[in-house]
């Protein structure tokens, strides 16, 4: 019978338990941040244990960063948090990335930029967009905090094997198209629950096109259309990826030699198998209160058909019939763990160099990681950023959601490079509408959405 990648890296990890029933299973790489880890240490200190294998687990420090003076929280809960995480890991011995640190980021851009994050791997972290790490050919997903705990203490989880997807992308993406509009149009078209119960995997000419980071876009999504996880098979391109970085395997080619037998042996393999032309990809922008609200730029917003739209609708301040050329944006961010790396900085400065945002748009840049906001640096793109009149910060999780300073004011339309746009995510009242960082650039300069096939600038 043939088998998923999928199939192929569980089989690797069950230590006990048959399918159908919970199966537990070694855990290679544990991620953790401030938000939910507290409890977790908590109970392995009030039950007297260890934490079983340190050098599994890898901490670092990025809702509740401040991107201004990093080192100056002011909201009490948000220092609590992370001053707990520092005396945590320092008590169990788990590695930090503590703020100020070279290795700080969003725990989503640092894994992989680490070299922690490879093919083969079963990852966990209490974010739900531990799928993004899915792009190495890895089974990446979310935890709870007690299940944090569980790993802490034994390197092990119980799950229940879900069924597989394949989603076929296939086709030559058009100019001015990402692989966030795929990955928006995706689940525009099959709704926020499609990939509820199974594990998603991305597969097809397009994506294997695509770069490392343009894939951990399409991954870290996966969440926002239900699905646990979602995953790439590692290929050439993964591989020269990895190497070379701080904790990739030193034997790299023994280490490759392991990792190219994660492959999908034929689709047949697949529980489910749905397809996806991008070839006539329009860019897409969210109008509602949820990723799948979203609508190609040259298409008007859905009439209201249900109690969830009429809500939507209110919430926004939007009508059905607009077009996101009549969203008045207010306030611009990029960044998160979607699109606030190097590429999609780049993707952004090159539209915004010789231009000048918006009269009344307050822009927010906020790179992924120390290390994407030196590389920026290096490049001259914060000179580029600032002379067309946004705000170049330090690194962490920032607008993406209403934990630390950066929120969009009440009443705001945003334009959005991050993953979700659900109510009051980016601050009370505050109004999302994501798009890839190349639409929310042209977006800053105009002030509303433009169609970037046909704007030139
Ligand atoms: C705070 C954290 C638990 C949360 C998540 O799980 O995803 C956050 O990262 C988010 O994006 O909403
Ligand atoms: S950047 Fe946003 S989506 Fe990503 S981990 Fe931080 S809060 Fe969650």
Same mark, same amino acid.
């Given at each position: 019978m043939s088998k998923t990648m999928f199939d192929k890296i569980w089989d690797k990890h069950v230590i006990t338990g048959k399918v159908g029933d919970p199966q537990l299973l070694y855990v290679d790489l544990q991620l953790l941040h401030e938000v939910t880890s507290p409890q977790a240490f908590e109970g392995l200190r009030e039950n007297n244990r260890k934490v079983r294998c340190p050098d599994r687990n890898f901490a670092t420090m990025d809702h509740n960063v401040p991107t201004v003076d990093i080192f100056n929280i002011k909201d009490a809960i948000s220092r609590k948090q992370i001053d707990t995480l520092k005396k945590n890991t320092g008590e169990f011995g788990v590695r930090l990335a503590g703020m100020g640190s070279e290795d700080q980021g969003i725990v989503h851009v640092i894994g992989p930029q680490l070299g922690l994050t490879q093919p083969g791997m079963i990852i966990v972290c209490g974010d739900s967009h531990t799928a993004t790490h899915g792009a190495f050919g890895s089974i990446a997903f979310g935890i709870g905090t007690s299940e944090v705990e569980h790993v802490l203490a034994t390197q092990t989880i119980w799950q229940t094997k879900p069924k597989t997807m394949g989603i076929h992308i296939h086709g030559k993406l058009p100019k001015g198209i990402y692989s966030k509009d795929i990955i928006m149009g995706i689940i525009a078209r099959e709704g926020v629950a499609f990939g509820t119960g199974y594990a998603v995997e991305y597969f097809g000419d397009t994506i294997s096109n695509m770069s490392m980071e343009e894939r951990m876009t399409i991954c870290n999504m996966s969440i926002e259309g239900g699905a646990k996880m979602g995953s790439i098979q590692p290929d050439k391109t993964t591989f020269e990826y990895v190497k070379g970085r701080k904790y990739a395997p030193k034997k790299i080619d023994q280490a490759i030699k392991y990792w190219q037998q994660f492959k999908t042996d034929d689709e047949s393999a697949f529980d489910k198998v749905i397809d996806f032309d991008v070839s006539d990809l329009a860019p897409f922008v969210s109008w509602g209160t949820n990723p799948g609200m979203s609508v190609p730029i040259n298409k008007a917003f859905p009439e209201i058909k249900n109690a969830d739209d009429k809500k939507a609708y209110d919430y926004i301040g939007l009508q059905p019939g607009q077009t996101a050329q009549q969203i008045p944006i207010g306030y611009v961010f990029f960044g998160s763990c979607t699109n606030g790396r190097l590429s999609d900085l780049m993707i952004a400065a090159d539209i915004l160099k010789g231009h000048h945002i918006a009269k009344g748009v307050t822009a927010l840049v906020v790179p992924g990681s120390r290390e994407v906001k030196e590389q920026a640096e290096k490049l001259g793109i914060d000179k580029i950023f600032k002379a067309a009149g946004c705000d170049w910060r330090e690194p962490g999780c920032s607008a993406c959601l209403g934990m630390n300073p950066d929120q969009v004011p009440s009443g705001v339309h945003c334009a959005s490079t991050s993953n979700r746009n659900f109510e !009051?995510?980016? !601050?009370?009242g505050a109004r999302t509408h994501l798009a890839s960082p190349a639409m929310v650039a042209e977006a800053a300069i105009f002030g509303h959405f433009v169609d970037i096939r046909k704007e030139v600038i």
């Open positions: !009051g995510r980016q !601050g009370a």
